[in-house]
C-alpha cells in the first residue's frame, strides 16, 4: 500500500506520496494553531487575510492570472477545529501531464503560495510591491472584521451544524467567538498587533503534503527550500500562549437537556456521548464498528428504525469527533415525535450495549466500514485529512492496521465500548410557533 515520505526541519514537515494512480498533482498546506497559542478570531482573520480571496477586483484578477499561469483553477481554503486545535488547510491542485513543463509549475504554484504567506504586508519591510498591497489589506482588515463580528462557528441555516455546534459549546468546546473574543480581536487591529500574531503563525507547525507522479527526495527539497522563511526567532523573544476556553467538559452536568427556541419549522435534535476512547487506541476499531451500526450509515440502526420503519424522520445520521471524543446523533422531526425520536435512540444504544447484533448485520457493518476506507483511498484531499488526523493525534496506527483490527472485532466488544458510552447532552431546537411552554 502507497505511504508517504516525510521529512521535517523545525516546524515545518513534508510529506510527499509518489503515485501514478491521479491524473493531477496535489498541494496542500495546513498550518496548525495548538492549543490556543494564538486567539482563534485573530488566527481566523490571519488566515483568511492571506489565502482567502479579497472581495477587491483587482486582488482577484491578479490572482487569478497567476493561477491560470501554472494551470491551476482555485485555491480552495478551509478553517477547521479539530480539538483544541484550529487547522487552517490551503489546496491546490494541476494536470499531471496534460501541460508542459510540469515540474516547473509544481514550483511556481509552491512560490504562490509562499508568496502569499510570507508577502502579505503583515511582514513589514520595505518592498514596494507590499506597499502597494497595504491600501487593499486595510480595506480587507475591514472587511474581516465585519466577517468576524456575524461568524458563528458554522454556517448559521445549516440548522444540523447549529445544534451540533450548541452541544459542544454547552460542553466546553470551542465555538462561536464571545464578546471577549471579538474585543480581543478589535483590540490587537485598534493597537496593530496583528503583525506580532502573524509572526506567531509563521512559528506554528506547517504540514506540507504533495500528491502525486513525483520524486520525492527532489519534491521534498524543493518545498523545504520554498517554505522555510528568512525569518527566526530571536533568542530573547518569546512566545504567550493563550488560554482561550477554562471550562471543560468534565464541568457539564451528564445527561442535561437544553432547549431552544428557534425561527424553524420542524425540530433539530443532537444527542452528544462522549466515547472514552481516544483515536488509534486498542478499542477505536469496535468504536467505529458501534458507529457504523449505530447511525452512521444508511443501514444502521437509528435509519432503519426511525427513518424506514417509523417514518418519523426525514434523515438521522451519527458523526465521530476523534479529537474531542464524542459522538453525535443528529436528526430533524415534528415537534409531536420529539419524545418518541429521543426514546427509540436511547433503545438502539441500550440493545448495543447488551450486544445484540446478529452475525449477518456485524458483517454488512464491516464490509460497509472497508468500503467506506476504500472510497477515502481514492480521494487525494481524503488521504491528506486521514495522514494529518494521525500526525495530529501522535499515532502512527496505517491505514492496513486499522483494516485488520476492524476485521477482528467482535459483538461483545462492541458491546463494551457501548456501555462505556455517556449521554452526555440533548440539545433541542424547537419552532418559536409551536412552543407552547409544555414542550
Not at 481566523?44 to 477587491?56: C, D, E, G, P
Not at 517554505?227 to 445527561?255: C, T, W, Y
Request: net charge negative; aromatic share 8%.
Amino acid at each position: 500500500m502507497e505511504s508517504f515520505v516525510t521529512e521535517q526541519r523545525n516546524h515545518v514537515s513534508v510529506h510527499v506520496l509518489p503515485t501514478r494512480r491521479y491524473i493531477n498533482r496535489y498541494i496542500h498546506l495546513s498550518i496548525v494553531n495548538v492549543q490556543g497559542r494564538i486567539p482563534p478570531m485573530v488566527f481566523a482573520v490571519i488566515m483568511r487575510m492571506l489565502f482567502k480571496v479579497s472581495s477587491v477586483a483587482a486582488g482577484k484578477r491578479e490572482l487569478h492570472h497567476q493561477l491560470w499561469s501554472i494551470g491551476v483553477n482555485e485555491i480552495k481554503f478551509d478553517l477547521e477545529h479539530k480539538g483544541d486545535m484550529q487547522v487552517a488547510s490551503i489546496r491546490m491542485h494541476m494536470p499531471a501531464d496534460v501541460l508542459p513543463r510540469t515540474q516547473e509549475r509544481m514550483q511556481m504554484a509552491m512560490n504562490l503560495l509562499a508568496e502569499l504567506l510570507y508577502g502579505s504586508s503583515l511582514a513589514g519591510g520595505s518592498n514596494s510591491k507590499l506597499h502597494r498591497k497595504v491600501g487593499a489589506e486595510e480595506a480587507q482588515i475591514q472587511e474581516e472584521l465585519i466577517w468576524a463580528e456575524h461568524y458563528a462557528g458554522y454556517n448559521s441555516s445549516a440548522w444540523d451544524e447549529v445544534v451540533r455546534g450548541r452541544c459542544m459549546e454547552s460542553l466546553g468546546y470551542i465555538g462561536r467567538p464571545t464578546a471577549q473574543d471579538l474585543k480581543l480581536l478589535r483590540t490587537c487591529v485598534q493597537e496593530g498587533e496583528l503583525k506580532k500574531w502573524y509572526s506567531e503563525v509563521l512559528r506554528s507547525p506547517f504540514h506540507v503534503h504533495i500528491i502525486g507522479d513525483v520524486q520525492p527526495d527532489t519534491m521534498i527539497r524543493q518545498v523545504l527550500d520554498t517554505f522555510m522563511p528568512a525569518f527566526i526567532m530571536a533568542d530573547n523573544e518569546h512566545s504567550s500562549p493563550v488560554i482561550l476556553n477554562s471550562r471543560s467538559a468534565e464541568q457539564q452536568k451528564l445527561g442535561e437537556m437544553m432547549l431552544e427556541l428557534a425561527d424553524i419549522q420542524q425540530c433539530k435534535l443532537n444527542v452528544a456521548f462522549t466515547t472514552g476512547v481516544t483515536y488509534g487506541s486498542s478499542d477505536y476499531a469496535a468504536l467505529f464498528l458501534f458507529h457504523s451500526l449505530f447511525g452512521a450509515s444508511p443501514a444502521s440502526r437509528l435509519n432503519l428504525e426511525l427513518r424506514e420503519r417509523k417514518q418519523w424522520v426525514y434523515q438521522i445520521y451519527s458523526t465521530l469527533d476523534d479529537y474531542r471524543g464524542t459522538l453525535h446523533v443528529t436528526t430533524g422531526t415534528s415537534s409531536s415525535y420529539v419524545t418518541d425520536v429521543l426514546e427509540a435512540i436511547d433503545a438502539q444504544w441500550m440493545r448495543l450495549c447488551g450486544g445484540d447484533i446478529n452475525e449477518a448485520e456485524m458483517n454488512r457493518a464491516v464490509q460497509n466500514m472497508m468500503h467506506y476506507v476504500q472510497v477515502g483511498l481514492d480521494l487525494p484531499e481524503q488521504m491528506v485529512k486521514l495522514h494529518l488526523d494521525r500526525l495530529l493525534h501522535q499515532v502512527e496506527m496505517t491505514t492496513q492496521q486499522f483494516l485488520d483490527a476492524v476485521s477482528c472485532v467482535t459483538s461483545e466488544e462492541i458491546a463494551v465500548v457501548a456501555s462505556r458510552m455517556n449521554k452526555a447532552l440533548t440539545w433541542i431546537l424547537y419552532p418559536e410557533s409551536e412552543y407552547t411552554g409544555t414542550a
